[in-house]
């Protein structure tokens, strides 16, 4: 089968590792708590940023969000390599910016994700996610937007949420920890 995965905040823990990068820059202690609370995607508004200051933080410390010591989720390594040994196919469409593609996929790699450069897809937008995956043809697919997953109305397509504070609202199938995958697999299957 075919599985397809957005990568930050779905695979890897990307905005708790910048909330850390901005408590260390801005010589702030803010908490985990408030971390885990929020409602946006975006990790500005406790540090009392303006969203304008928010995205020019953001900007200016892109390289060490992405290319540090960000970790993978629990269990996100591990169960796509298994999914990679049975010889299930793994798709990555993430909508970093196009000139991140060849160092995200090395740095995916370096973290032990299973990836093959014809099946890494970088640079889209947001709402153009949708193209490439009715063009791959997927079987599965994980994203933690909801505005993401909204977009697909693919009848062959099973669609989770990867679950966060800010998605709650979304009504479709979750995923809350990468050991449930297998599970969720079993049971579509079923159906
Ligand atoms: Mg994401």
Not at 75 to 95: C, M, P, R
Not at 132 to 154: N, Q, R, S, W
Request: include cysteine; proline fraction near 4%.
């Amino acid at each position: 089968m075919k599985f397809g995965f957005d990568i930050d905040d779905t695979l890897i823990n990307l905005r708790g590792h910048a909330f850390s990068i901005y408590n260390k820059k801005l010589n702030q202690k803010i908490a985990e708590d408030v971390f885990e609370d929020l409602k946006t995607v975006e990790i500005h508004r406790p540090f009392g940023l303006s969203d304008q200051e928010g995205k020019e933080m953001w900007n200016s410390f892109l390289e060490e969000i992405y290319f540090t010591s960000c970790p993978p989720y629990p269990q996100a390594v591990e169960t796509l390599q298994e999914l990679w040994h049975q010889g299930h196919e793994i798709y990555y469409i993430t909508a970093r910016p196009g000139e991140h593609g060849q160092r995200t996929m090395e740095w995916m790699i370096e973290q032990g994700f299973p990836v093959e450069e014809e099946k890494f897809f970088c640079g889209m937008k947001d709402h153009e996610k949708v193209k490439i995956i009715e063009k791959l043809d997927l079987d599965y697919y994980f994203d933690d937007k909801p505005g993401v997953l909204e977009t697909l109305d693919i009848d062959t397509l099973k669609i989770f949420v990867k679950d966060q504070s800010y998605n709650r609202h979304y009504k479709g199938q979750r995923l809350t920890d990468w050991g449930e995958l297998k599970e969720l697999v079993m049971e579509n299957s079923r159906r």
